[in-house]
């Protein structure tokens, strides 16, 4: 970056200010370097670029890099280990694969991705599983994926979990398409359940594609093995559209 040494910070684009930010911060070999909201001024595409750059510089210099962020895919891009906070506490600690697929909160569950939340109750344990009653239906739970003790429960799974059948253990029958949105790899589709709940689900955009229209009755189902089961005791709805708030 010597080329740059005489230029003004007005000269520069916000990567090579950003690039010389940390430059400038790891010359001295800090045994921790804090970067909050590093990214956020810059272009979606830039973005991406400096979350590959970080990482690689964080693993050439072997420092340890603490990024605070609100961008989740940020997160989960960059982080070995990730700490989801809420109101100055941490919800849960682990790696980006961990609190993803096996969040312990709603907030978590909600605030890393998108999560649909089932409010149920668990019937019986027993073996490997659990059972869970919602509005008259039965699902399968592993329990290992139960992260409570209390009976009242928040049954989830993830959008990209969800088919378009009914030939799993855990179904619904007779839903409603309510809206469909082309995202490029895949096709959101926003599906009523019978009882008003509304369910998100991502289909991969391939040749297998159901072509559904809004107004069209289907049927969901997902393994037991993708649910989980959380405390059924706070907001259904916490950690969703924090960015709204913001």
């Known amino acids: ?85 809420n109101q100055g ?27 649909n939340l089932i409010k149920g109750k668990i019937t019986s344990r027993g073996g490997d599983k659990a059972t869970v009653t919602a509005k008259g239906l039965t699902f399968e739970v592993p329990l290992s994926r139960v992260a409570t003790s209390s009976d009242s429960v928040f049954l989830g799974v993830r959008p990209e979990k969800l088919r378009l059948d009914d030939s799993g253990v855990n179904s619904i029958k007779n839903c409603v398409v309510t809206d ?12 009523r359940a019978p009882w008003d709940l509304e369910l998100v689900v991502f289909e991969q955009n391939d040749e297998g594609l159901h072509d559904l229209r809004v107004g069209d009755t289907v049927s969901l189902e997902w393994d037991a093995e993708h649910t989980f089961a959380l405390d059924g005791a706070g907001d259904i709805n916490a950690g969703a559209d924090l960015d709204d708030e913001e």
């Open 180 to 191: 469909r949105s082309f995202v490029g790899t895949s096709t959101q589709y926003l599906v």
């Open 89 to 115: 506490k941490i919800e849960q600690m682990g790696s980006a694969t961990d609190l993803y697929e096996a969040p312990k909160t709603a907030f978590v569950a909600n605030f890393l991705g998108q999560c």
């Open 1 to 85: 970056m010597g080329h740059l040494a005489e230029r003004k910070p007005n000269q520069l684009s916000g990567g090579q200010q950003q690039r010389i930010a940390v430059a400038r911060a790891i010359v001295n070999r800090p045994e921790v370097l804090l970067l909050d909201e590093p990214l956020g001024a810059l272009d979606l595409k830039l973005r991406r670029q400096m979350q590959i750059e970080l990482k690689r510089i964080q693993t050439e210099v072997g420092i340890t890099f603490i990024h605070v962020t609100h961008d989740q895919e940020e997160a989960m891009t960059m982080a070995d280990t990730i700490a989801v906070m």
